[in-house]
């Protein structure tokens, strides 16, 4: 059980165009999903953190215009990279969480998408 | 703020060999403590965790130990096998349930 997805698993893009990753909970209700971002030999940044129906939480530092994200029902959240660049190739990594007490350890991860801008 | 230092890979080990990768970090509160797991293809998976001081996180013969003295989570194993191969990744939460992690090691057994 608690199987989190993400497509595509890999995507390249031209710079200047957008791309939308999905992530969905399988077989359980995320009330909470959140993304990272995480570049070659460094960690897994948190970008920010979605609930469902209500708008997004980004971290310091993470331009919300340019990465869109909507969490419209308890299974799929998605992550729109807008005007993509060179610099915003990364491996992106989504996580669901079952609901808020259960604790940071219920997140369950997504097998990542890797980005590549051209 | 909160950071995770790891041992930076690659690993690689003969199949029963001892593992020992090291975990320490900084937090401006009373953390918890994860390791993660992730297999090729695969997303991460919780492996183990502690939640205070003194407290050992144990699963799958890995082991590692809550030490506040020396704010480190070391993770050990007495015996690898080949399917240990994987990234793992040391990580801290704190009262807020973000998760900070570290650059991850990728771990290699060979038979």
């Known amino acids: 059980g608690a199987v989190v997805s993400q497509h595509p698993s890999r995507v390249i893009c031209k710079s200047g165009t957008s791309v939308k990753i999905e992530c969905r909970s399988l077989?359980?209700?995320?009330?909470?999903m959140f993304w990272y971002r995480q570049f070659p030999k460094q960690s897994l940044m948190l970008m920010a953190t979605?609930?469902?129906?209500?708008?997004?939480?980004?971290e310091q530092g993470v331009e919300k215009d340019k990465f869109l994200i909507n969490h419209a029902s308890l299974t799929l959240s998605t992550l729109t990279v807008t005007s993509a660049h060179p610099e915003d190739s990364s491996f992106y990594i989504c996580?669901?969480?079952?609901?808020?007490?259960?604790?940071?350890?219920?997140?369950?991860f997504g097998p990542g998408t890797r980005l590549t801008v051209t | 703020g909160n950071s995770v230092t790891q041992m930076e890979g690659p690993v690689t080990l003969s199949e029963e060999a001892f593992l020992t990768i090291n975990c320490t970090y900084t937090a401006t509160g009373y953390p918890s403590l994860f390791w993660y797991v992730q297999y090729p293809g695969e997303g991460l998976q919780l492996l183990l965790k502690a939640t205070k001081a003194d407290d050992k996180g144990s699963n799958k013969g890995f082991e590692a130990t809550y030490r506040k003295e020396t704010t480190s989570f070391h993770l050990e194993k007495g015996s690898v096998q080949v399917s240990d191969s994987a990234v793992y990744f040391c990580?801290?939460?704190?009262?807020?349930?973000?998760?900070?992690f570290g650059t991850g090691t990728r771990l290699t057994i060979i038979p």
């Open positions: 979605s609930n469902e129906g209500s708008k997004a939480t980004y």
């Open positions: 996580s669901a969480s079952p609901g808020q007490g259960h604790g940071v350890y219920e997140q369950y």
């Open positions: 077989d359980f209700q995320a009330t909470t």
């Open positions: 990580a801290l939460s704190d009262r807020e349930e973000k998760l900070t």
